[in-house]
């Protein structure tokens, strides 16, 4: 299934004690937040939790959000399209407060990939290391967390263990450099390296649940 740039794909296990693994690949926004202080990320989900009243929550994320500087600055009509985001999912139970923890039943793993040096290969940042938005991946956190949350909550019975791998390169472009033909009939920089984790996996106890 393609949407848009996103590839899903899900494969069935070959060994029903098989672990599911997911692989999230990309960019820069895969990648995640690294070097942020993880303040940013635990100062929101204070309000967030702590905060009964939805005007109130929204206007002191607001706040919150606003006081760490963005290159180049974020609108005041970015900081509310957030809060009432962030919001909405804390109504809908989505966001709870155990995505402040250590995630010991969801392995976190992290291959980085450098867009000035496409031939140096991968670096292994982090290997099956418990999700955490404190540097439980390689760095502070990016989209896994969420997403890793999200699946144990609505679509895992609880103490079931699975995995996410990201393989990243920050300032890549999905079209050229991680297809399989960047129109004239080559492959981008990455697609080997992103073929090479697909194809690069214990089948006797793991198995691709997804990948995006």
């Not at 291959?111 to 999700?131: F, H, R, W, Y």
């Not at 609880?158 to 995995?163: D, K």
């Not at 033909?181 to 089948?203: A, E, H, N, S, V």
Request: hydrophobic share 35%; charged share 20%.
């Amino acid at each position: 299934m393609k949407l848009g740039y996103c590839y899903a794909v899900w494969f069935l296990p070959a060994s029903v004690n098989a672990i599911p693994r997911f692989l999230l690949a990309g960019q820069s926004n895969m990648e995640g937040h690294g070097g942020v202080d993880v303040s940013v990320f635990n100062g929101t989900m204070d309000i967030l939790l702590d905060t009964t009243v939805d005007e109130v929550i929204s206007s002191n994320l607001k706040q919150h959000l606003s006081s760490y500087s963005s290159s180049p600055p974020t609108s005041d009509e970015r900081y509310d399209y957030m809060t009432s985001y962030l919001v909405d999912l804390k109504n809908q139970d989505i966001l709870t407060d155990d995505i402040h923890n250590y995630q010991a039943d969801i392995d976190c793993s992290f291959l980085s990939l450098d867009i000035n040096s496409p031939d140096s290969g991968p670096v292994a940042l982090a290997v099956d290391m418990p999700l955490s938005p404190d540097s439980g991946c390689g760095r502070s956190f990016g989209p896994e967390l969420m997403f890793g949350h999200v699946m144990k909550k609505q679509f895992f019975e609880p103490g079931t263990r699975f995995a996410l791998d990201k393989i990243t390169a920050g300032g890549s472009e999905i079209q050229y450099h991680w297809s399989k033909d960047i129109g004239d009939g080559t492959p981008g920089k990455f697609w080997d390296d992103l073929l090479d984790r697909i194809q690069d996996i214990d089948t006797a106890n793991d198995y691709w649940a997804g990948i995006a």
